[in-house]
């Protein structure tokens, strides 16, 4: 007989991290193609879906004043540049 545990775990352990750099890899080839942000916010939906996430949002924070110090206790307003989902979209309840 043969513990083949630890084996099994190393083999485990090998095959989510060469997942997640293939992740990596596909990521940095497709995100940053342009120094426009809504485009690059874009590619970083696009490169998320679907081997890590069903959907993704890319929002900027809008900043009223850039004179002012950040204020974590004002209301921050954001604005979405960039969304998606793989997710079937569900018919408007009535």
């Known amino acids: 007989m043969v513990d083949?545990?630890?084996?099994?775990?190393?083999?485990?352990?090998?095959?989510?991290?060469?997942r997640r750099l293939a992740l990596l890899d596909g990521a940095s080839m497709r995100i940053g193609t342009t120094l426009d942000v809504n485009v690059t916010a874009q590619e970083l939906v696009d490169?998320?879906?679907?081997?890590?996430?069903?959907?993704?949002?890319?929002?900027?924070?809008?900043?009223?004043?850039?004179?002012?110090d950040f204020d974590p206790g004002r209301p921050l307003f954001t604005r979405r540049i960039a969304s998606g989902t793989i997710l079937p979209l569900r018919p408007p309840s009535s």
């Open 4 to 18: 083949v545990t630890d084996r099994e775990r190393a083999i485990l352990e090998a095959t989510a991290s060469r």
């Open 47 to 68: 490169a998320s879906m679907p081997d890590f996430c069903d959907g993704a949002v890319v929002e900027v924070v809008e900043w009223m004043d850039e004179a002012e």
